[in-house]
């Protein structure tokens, strides 16, 4: 079974301050992670993945996260957070043996300005 | 590129009535996901089709939803009857393939069930 959890119903941070979204996994195999924003009233869009290599993967609008096989984290940053930052934001993960994504139930993300 | 289009925007019923929306992928794309929105909760998935063939509906329930896809184009998800547990979003969603991460999701059919 895969499953994925967001800690965070809710994230405030103020324009220009990094920003640190939170997202947790549970694979028997091994995990490719994802990150999915949501904007009002659009479908969700693709930030960013991690399969395999670096820890570190870089994504759209200059978000970023990283995997930590140790802790089973996949966290999402961004060094410094705009208004327009401000979505919904969804983590999934896939095992490696299966081939759809479980979704985390969100995080909402308010940037202010 | 067009996207992933997805009718009616918006649906109102009442309960035991019966309700379909429609879904097409983006041109090219072998894979196509239904997913189901409950408010306040993440995208579960209902239905997930490679071509015309169901790969995964383990989390539809079938003896109320069904779901097909034309000549492995367009695809239709229909409720009947329709519970008031059913009001949701319900999102469509194509890859170029099984296993292909990037999923480009439509806007999606907001449900109400009164």
New interface residues.
């Given amino acids: 079974a895969q499953s994925v959890a967001q800690p965070e119903d809710q994230v405030n941070v103020a324009e220009g301050n990094p920003l640190t979204v939170k997202c947790t996994y549970s694979v028997s195999g091994n995990p490719?992670l994802?990150w999915?924003v949501q904007y009002p009233?659009?479908?969700?869009?693709?930030l960013l993945?991690y399969?395999t290599g670096d820890n570190l993967v870089k994504g759209s609008y200059g978000f970023e996260a990283e995997f930590n096989k140790s802790q089973t984290s996949f966290h999402l940053k961004k060094p410094s957070a705009l208004v327009s930052d401000s979505a919904l934001y969804?983590c999934?993960v896939?095992d490696s043996g299966y081939?759809?994504?479980?979704?985390?139930?969100?995080t909402m993300l308010l940037v202010s300005p | 590129e067009a996207g992933v289009a997805q009718s009616p925007r918006y649906k109102i019923i009442e309960k035991r009535q019966s309700v379909a929306f429609w879904c097409n992928p983006i041109s090219g794309h072998a894979t196509l996901y239904w997913y189901q929105q409950i408010l306040g909760q993440g995208p579960k998935l209902l239905i997930q089709f490679q071509n015309n063939g169901v790969v995964d509906d383990s989390q539809l329930p079938k003896d109320r939803f069904s779901a097909e896809r034309l000549k492995g184009v367009d695809s239709t998800l229909k409720i009947q009857p329709a519970k008031l547990e059913d009001s949701a979003v319900y999102l469509c969603a194509s890859s170029l393939e099984a296993g292909n991460e990037k999923l480009f999701f439509g806007s999606g059919t907001q449900l109400s069930v009164l």
């Fill in positions: 490719y994802f999915y009233n659009r479908g969700l869009q693709f993945k399969i969804f999934a896939r081939s759809t994504l479980t979704f985390g139930k969100g």
